[in-house]
């Protein structure tokens, strides 16, 4: 009698599989590639699922794709290098997010803002000065306002004299402050003698002896 001859079904139409055929004594097996999983008819392949089944890594979102699957992120975040993990896009890093002055990056856009002395344009990307000295508050100052770049200054009116001899007027406070002629006019007093200031006095100044005589042995 002669010995059986095991018959390889795989070299027929593949055996009916739809992708890999194993013969086996007797029978064969199918098998499917990564990515798919065999059906319950033992010969048909199907996509796994991949993102339903929690076999993916994504930080944020997973989207299945034929025979595998992909990594994406929310609004307002990017995926890294890893292909798997978000990170929160930095909206400032290129061209300073259009900004003039300061960019602040949130997870909607690009947000901009002003140095201090300045104010956000209708474009909301420029800066322009902003007039200390317009309007009634005159920016505090006493007498008059200078409106400079980005800041201010406050100037005493030539015309106004408000202050008596030997005080001078500070335009900030609005204050009289004594000058002291010791130290901002030339003084007349001799080689032994020193500069007495005499605040309140008109902004006069005395001369006083260095060394008194009582002080000398």
Do not use: W
């Not at 794709?65 to 290098?81: A, D, H, I, Q, R």
């Not at 030339?186 to 080689?191: F, L, S």
């Amino acid at each position: 009698m002669l010995g059986a001859h095991d018959i390889d079904e795989c070299l027929s139409h593949n055996g009916g599989c739809d992708s890999y055929c194993k013969n086996t004594l007797g029978s064969f097996i199918c098998s499917c590639p990564d990515g798919y999983s065999l059906t319950s008819d033992y010969l048909s392949c199907a996509d796994i699922n991949e993102c339903t089944k929690g076999m993916d890594d994504c930080q944020q979102l997973c989207i299945n794709k034929p025979g595998t699957f992909e990594c994406s992120c929310n609004s307002g975040y990017e995926l890294v290098e890893d292909g798997t993990t978000c990170t929160e896009i930095d909206r400032c890093k290129k061209n300073n997010g259009e900004c003039q002055h300061v960019c602040t990056s949130t997870l909607a856009a690009a947000v901009c803002s002003c140095k201090s002395g300045y104010q956000l344009a209708a474009d909301k990307q420029t800066c322009i000065d902003i007039d200390e000295c317009a309007g009634p508050a005159t920016g505090g100052c006493k007498e008059v306002c200078v409106n400079l770049e980005g800041s201010y200054r406050c100037e005493c009116d030539d015309s106004i004299d408000i202050c008596l001899e030997g005080y001078k007027h500070m335009p900030i406070t609005g204050q009289c402050l004594d000058i002291n002629e010791c130290e901002e006019s030339n003084v007349d007093c001799k080689p032994d003698e020193e500069c007495e200031n005499l605040p309140g006095i008109d902004g006069k100044y005395r001369c006083i002896l260095k060394y008194p005589a009582d002080s000398i042995q």
